[in-house]
């Protein structure tokens, strides 16, 4: 366990997943707090903040000392600030946001680096997300499939029909119409910090393995996306009002449970700037 002197790191599973305390999003953070909480965030792959009160400037404040916000392709931000988008489910809607298992945007040529999600409104019970350590879902791998795997690329869509339809309402109600975007990218990518190799594919947007046909991909693929998420390799994380989550989406897939019909869940998130993926 690394030592910290600024803030206190407590981890919630085996896998991945920490709570940090001592933090107040509210603040202009010193120098030597945010290098501890970049820290975390590698060593832990997604971090969680507890009861934090901010505005939405605020909130974009705190994302600035990790990143550089952007905005998210296929929905609009809030007016008053654009790069944050909000994440709602309403009361009469069956479908939430994203309810599949995945890394943020693959579909884009250069994906986010991570991905910070504040809660403003969740339901009494339900609504809770869970999330995968890529690198042990890698490193769990024989390396005869390691030596395969190496040596493909994977094309993702954001039209793949699991994942659109969770988007639906939201793209209904801000009366928009839903992108079609694609990029390929390695099945198993080296995380440009840590030099570790994690699997960089999901069940929500890879179509295919680039110069295979779907119906040869789909077998390998599904092994993948049912391995990627086993129990062992995973952490879940109830919300709270003011709760924050910030992952990475370089090494982690997450999944919202969509559990929750006939309440409300309003989630306000912002993404930031990645890289190419090696």
């Known amino acids: 366990m690394r030592n910290y002197r600024h803030i206190e790191v407590r981890p919630i599973a085996g896998a991945l997943g920490a709570e940090i305390h001592g933090v107040d999003m509210a603040r202009d953070l010193e120098a030597d707090v945010v290098a501890e909480m970049r820290l975390a965030f590698l060593d832990h792959l997604v971090i969680f903040l507890r009861d934090q009160v901010v505005t939405p400037q605020q909130q974009l404040a705190f994302a600035r000392k990790f990143g550089d916000p952007v905005e998210y392709p296929q929905l609009t931000g809030l007016p008053e600030a654009p790069m944050i988008t909000p994440v709602v489910k309403l ?65 993702s869509s954001s039209a793949k029909a699991d994942v659109s339809k969770t988007r639906e309402d939201r793209l209904k109600a801000a009366g928009a119409e839903l992108k079609v975007m694609t990029a390929e990218h390695p099945i198993v990518r080296t995380h440009p910090e840590t030099g570790r190799k994690a699997l960089y594919t999901s069940d929500a947007h890879t179509a295919h393995i680039k110069g295979w046909t779907e119906k040869e991909s789909l077998p390998l693929l599904r092994f993948l996306w ?45 993404t930031l700037a990645g890289d190419l993926p090696q």
């Open 91 to 155: 009361e009469h809607e069956r479908n939430n946001f994203g309810g599949i298992w995945h890394s943020d945007t693959t579909y884009l040529p250069i994906p986010p680096m991570g991905s910070m999600l504040l809660a403003r409104e969740v339901p009494a019970f339900g609504g809770d997300t869970m999330f995968a350590n890529q690198y042990l879902a890698y490193e769990a791998l024989s390396d005869g499939l390691k030596a395969t795997l190496d040596g493909l690329t994977g094309v």
């Open 226 to 270: 049912d391995h990627q998420t086993r129990p062992e390799f995973t952490c879940r994380f109830r919300w709270q009002p003011g709760s924050l989550a910030f992952w990475d989406n370089r090494c982690a897939t997450h999944n919202p449970i969509n559990d929750y019909h006939g309440f409300r869940r309003v989630m306000h998130r912002i």
